[in-house]
């Protein structure tokens, strides 16, 4: 009999909270690791920065031989080279380069940029970003594509928006 | 004895006696053992007012959603046997799967049957909508209903970067950006721009919530197996779980509700 009153009403809730709690917390580190298991340490995507050679490689006008690999147009005029994104500043598409009419145009919505990337058709709301891009003591164009400047916040006239050329 | 049909020969065989352990459907006990002694069957209401189930009152939308979504399973399984979701080889076996495969018409099928059950899912809230069948008793069923509606839409989505073709990747690449503009987990959505400190961004484009969804900062080769694992296991599974659980609480309500 004292056997079967060793474990009284109290007791036995006192008990059934702790299993609860312990089993709330294997549930909340279950989903937190699972949850941490979707984020890969590493990737294969294209590094952020990149070294685009030297500014006498490029000619006036749009480059496109970063444009692939790195997501970046390199527009040389009015005497400055600039790091111009390609994604959309509507919903994210990759806008091609029409050198005929002189503008970037957007497949997916019909959005259409000047050769500087100020928007003046289709949807876009806003023009498309530039990177920053400084040059290295050893004379190579480094862009960085985790720093952006945004045309209508008034970034364009920072100094690592452009550089002269 | 030797007057005993061949169907009550059949019937006394100890492999169907095994198999329904009722009698014959001919009386309402053994009618409603059937569809209690029945794994699938026993989510399905024991007995319904033949006024519920009126084409004119329930149009069957229920139904046809369901019918679909197992003709999606079945031919979703055979096209698995054809399809590597891998960049290299993705969109060439959606071509071979017409080209090579014996009835080529098996995507058409997995594809336009995708179509109508986006449909027939919407005509079905429609009708629930517009009979009052979201009010109590039923309205947790309704909730339900709500998230399945949600991940029929979701199966939709993962399916149609599968074809790795330029309408998928632009549209999932526009689809993910929606992703992007979450509030606070998304890197350009409301609060992000809050979380900095100093040089620091807390959230990014490397650990917002649509680089969890893609698998990386675009659409690539990740993607295309992030969404095929979703398409092909995780959103079914927890469908089916879903579904079980809304045809058991429709029976558990009070069945479908009757005309007016």
Known sequence: MADKQSLNRREFFSFLTVGWVAFSAACAGLASMALRYSYPNVNFEPEMDFLAGRP????????????????????????????LSNICTHLGCVPNWLPAELKFKCPCHGSGFYMNG???????????????????????????????????????????????? | MADKGLAQKVRDTQVWKSIFRHGPPDNA??????????????????KLKKSGVELGYTWCMGGLTFFIFLALAVTGVLLMFYYRPTAEYAFNDIVAMREHVPLGIMREIHRWGAHAMVITVWLHMFRVFMTGSYKPPREFNWGVGVILLVLTMLLS????????????????????????????????????????????????????????????????????????????VFIPLVVGTLIAVHFWRVRKDGGISAPL
């Open chain 1, 56 to 83: 006498t490689d490029y000619e006036a006008g749009v480059d496109e031989r970063w444009k692939n690999g790195f997501g970046v147009w390199m527009i040389k005029r009015d005497g400055i080279l600039v790091a």
């Open chain 2, 157 to 232: 989505f993962t399916g149609y970067l599968l074809p790795w073709d330029q309408l998928a990747i632009w549209a999932i690449a526009v689809g993910a950006n929606m992703a992007k503009a979450t509030p606070l987990v998304g890197h350009g959505g409301p609060g992000a721009a809050f979380a900095v400190i100093g040089d620091f961004v807390m959230v990014s484009d490397k650990n917002d919530v649509r680089y969890q969804l893609l698998g990386g900062r675009f659409v690539g080769e990740p993607a295309l197996l992030r969404f095929y694992i979703l398409h092909c």
């Open chain 2, 29 to 46: 006990r053994n009618r409603a053992a059937v569809v209690a002694g029945n794994v699938f069957l026993h989510l399905h209401p024991i």
């Open chain 1, 118 to 165: 100020v928007n003046f058709e289709g949807p876009a709301p806003r023009p498309l970003e530039r990177f920053r891009i400084t040059m290295t003591p050893d004379g190579q164009i480094l862009v960085d594509k985790t720093r952006i400047f945004r045309q209508e916040k008034g970034e364009w006239n920072h100094p690592d928006s452009f550089i002269r050329v």
